[in-house]
């Protein structure tokens, strides 16, 4: 199974980026699956989840109100949207596969590949 992340692009303060996470195969069950960044220097940290089973999701802080993550069921694939975007959402983003919500990257043994977004102010 293989995570397929995409969607990333370069936008301006303000703007909105939907990405997308998709399984090779049928990946996910009763898995959490969750959104990462990193950004330049900075260790990765957990930017929004989403439990397959019951769509029941979580946000940090920083990107609550403004982000929205959801999954199709039919397409085995995850999305993040983001609006209202900042400079300090610049980063490469991730999509994991995880047993149970957990806000450690450690915690997360399936990952896509990365797409990178940027915002300009």
């Known amino acids: 199974v293989q995570l397929q992340a995409s969607g990333g692009g370069s936008v301006q303060a303000g703007g909105s980026l939907r990405l997308s996470c998709a399984a090779s195969?049928?990946?996910?069950?009763?898995?959490?699956m969750a959104w990462f960044r990193q950004a330049p220097g900075k260790e990765r940290e957990f930017v929004a989840a989403?439990?397959?089973?019951?769509?029941?999701?979580y946000y940090a802080e920083s990107v609550k109100g403004r982000f929205t993550t959801s999954r199709d069921r039919a397409e085995n694939t995850v999305y993040l949207q983001m609006n209202s975007l900042k400079p300090e959402d610049t980063a490469v983003y991730y999509c994991?596969?995880?047993?149970?919500?957990?806000?450690?990257?450690?915690?997360?043994?399936?990952w896509g590949q990365g797409t990178l977004v940027t915002v300009s102010s």
């Open positions: 195969a049928r990946a996910f069950s009763s898995h959490v």
């Open positions: 994991a596969r995880g047993n149970g919500l957990a806000y450690a990257p450690a915690e997360y043994k399936l």
């Open positions: 989403i439990r397959w089973g019951s769509g029941r999701t």
